[in-house]
């Protein structure tokens, strides 16, 4: 079975600040990755999501994320954040071929401060 | 138009009580998920149809029955609620795929168990 880890649990940044989010990964074969967004008292939005192709997936809000095979990571990225980015992070992976069963990491929780 | 809906929204109930949440997708799509979020903001899939037939079924205590009449929508019964039910439960959707299957979220319902 597949399990993910987000090292960074809370997160505090000050606005223009740069953001990196660490998610690791754990399963012997290929995977769909995915990043997942969910502010106060929302639901989850798609942030981006990787298949194949580009390691390098841009998504939506001038966020980005890497996927390194070798080091089964995919972490997210923005040069800037906003103080409108504050939210839970919850990467996800899915075997690629293997079913439907999303797992997710445990999230983090990013606060940008003015 | 609201892709993926909930019904109700917050849900305040006894011990005991036996209760339902629903769900609707109007992105045709052809599988459904309900996944439970904890206090800790942990996200864990519950249970996921596909085409009105279950195909994952999680470590689920049996009081949880989802029934699905229609590929559309995806219900979730709830009986002899108890306290640790207390969650927020995210229904979502998806068009099954091996390799581009990205799962949509509704807004959640957020179950107090008194």
């Known amino acids: 079975a597949q399990s993910v880890s987000q090292h960074n649990h809370h997160v505090i940044l000050s606005e223009a600040a740069s953001l990196e989010l660490g998610c690791n990964y754990s399963?012997?074969?290929?995977?769909?990755l995915f990043w997942y967004v969910q502010y106060p008292g929302q639901h989850l939005q798609l942030l981006l999501k990787?298949?194949?192709?580009?390691?390098l997936v841009k998504g939506i809000k001038g966020f980005e994320a890497e996927f390194i095979k070798s080091k089964f990571s995919f972490n997210l990225r923005k040069p800037s954040v906003q103080w409108s980015d504050t939210a839970e992070y919850f990467c996800a992976v899915i075997p690629t071929g293997g079913g439907n069963k999303l797992t997710f990491g445990t999230g983090t929780q990013l606060k940008v401060e003015l | 138009d609201t892709a993926v809906s909930q019904t109700p929204k917050y849900l305040v109930t006894q011990m005991g009580n036996d209760k339902s949440i629903k769900c609707e997708q109007n992105l045709g799509h052809d599988t459904m998920y309900w996944y439970k979020q904890d206090s800790k903001k942990f996200l864990k899939i519950m249970f996921s149809?596909?085409?009105?037939?279950?195909?994952i079924n999680e470590t689920v205590p049996n009081r949880f029955s989802p029934k699905s009449p229609d590929k559309a929508h995806l219900n979730l019964h709830i009986n002899s609620l108890e306290l640790g039910d207390s969650a927020v439960y995210f229904c979502a959707s998806s068009q099954l795929s091996t390799l581009h299957d990205t799962q949509y979220f509704g807004p959640g319902t957020r179950l107090t168990v008194l």
């Open positions: 990787y298949f194949s192709g580009d390691p």
């Open positions: 149809y596909n085409n009105k037939e279950l195909i």
């Open positions: 399963y012997g074969g290929t995977v769909n």
